[in-house]
């Protein structure tokens, strides 16, 4: 059993400041730090953290920010025989934490951008011989889709965490089981299929469903998740933590939910995993640097 992951890998710079500013306001910051990041490759690290054998394929660029947009996933032991250098710089993410943990983030995409169809080809075999195959939105969509044809080729289970929402074939992504979002982004998912965006979660999920997908995770922050198949709704409580850092939370979330998945795990079981170990990630800073080993005590 393992997972591949087919995505982002970014550098975050972080910046730590009193409160967020207001626009067109300048405020010193606290403290600044360079480390890890980009959505595929921290979903990456969280499964491989709780214990899961992951390949990463994705792509960095010729800068300084590649060594240690890479350095974590390399102390994790996980495949990087899927990770090409391309000419440019690596992704960034500018990231501003503000002392109650929220944060506000920009990305450049950088050699994120430059991850083709044709990358994702010339790894076939780490997609095959996967039992999941887990996607984000911040790579090309024809890459994406690329990646979903190739392991539905090989009966490969398909993830998707559609973060950020990005336009892309709408026969593609209703493969993903489950489809993982946030109640924002399941919104504009809803748009994406002339579907009525508005209501409560469990409405949106339902409207999902409804929709095509054979299951759906929608994230809630501190209220948890709530999974939705053609079974019905299973609301999965949060545990009750004091934030310090919510940046990369939903990540730490569906990385460890897939690697709930892959070690055999039902659905809710793994929403229930992926939301402690969300919960434990936002206890500390950063993103990879916050997430915990299988052997962590988890919130509960």
């Known amino acids: 059993m393992s997972i591949a992951v087919v995505g982002s890998i970014n550098a975050d710079l972080t910046v730590t400041v009193q409160r967020?500013?207001?626009p067109g306001e300048t405020?010193?910051?606290?403290?600044?730090?360079v480390s890890p990041g980009g959505k595929g490759a921290n979903q990456a690290v969280a499964a491989a953290r709780m214990g899961a054998t992951v390949h990463m394929i994705g792509a960095v660029g010729t800068d300084s920010y590649a060594a240690p947009?890479?350095?974590?996933?390399?102390?994790?032991?996980?495949?990087?025989?899927?990770?090409?250098?391309?000419?440019g710089p690596t992704g960034l993410a500018v990231i501003t934490v503000a002392e109650d943990g929220e944060n506000s983030i920009v990305v450049v995409p950088g050699a994120n951008a430059a991850l083709s169809p044709e990358m994702v080809d010339a790894h076939e075999?780490?997609?095959?011989?996967?039992?999941?195959?887990l996607l984000q939105g911040e790579i090309p969509a024809t890459t994406i889709e690329r990646a979903i044809e190739l392991a539905r080729h090989h009966e490969v289970r398909v993830v998707v965490n559609l973060a950020p929402v990005i336009e892309m074939d709408r026969q593609a992504l209703l493969h993903a089981d489950p489809l993982i979002a946030n109640e924002h982004e399941a919104g504009l998912i809803a748009q994406h299929y002339n579907l009525d965006s508005q209501g409560s979660p469990e409405e949106l999920a339902e409207r999902l469903c409804a929709a095509g997908f054979a299951s759906v995770v929608l994230t809630l922050g501190a209220q948890g998740a709530l999974v939705a198949t053609a079974a019905g709704i299973h609301r999965v409580p949060a545990a009750t933590v004091q934030a310090v850092d919510t940046?990369?939370?939903g990540d730490a979330c569906a990385g460890a939910l897939?690697?709930?998945?892959?070690s055999g795990a039902e659905l809710v079981e793994a929403t229930a995993l992926g939301c402690r170990v969300g919960a434990f990630a936002a206890t500390r800073a950063g993103a990879q640097t916050s997430y915990p080993s299988a052997e962590d005590t988890l919130p509960s």
């Open 20 to 22: 967020q500013p207001a």
């Open 27 to 33: 405020l010193l910051g606290t403290s600044s730090t």
């Open 69 to 87: 947009a890479c350095a974590i996933m390399q102390q994790t032991g996980m495949g990087e025989e899927g990770i090409s250098t391309v000419d």
């Open 125 to 133: 075999d780490l997609i095959a011989q996967s039992s999941i195959l």
């Open 247 to 249: 940046t990369g939370c």
């Open 258 to 262: 897939v690697a709930a998945l892959d």
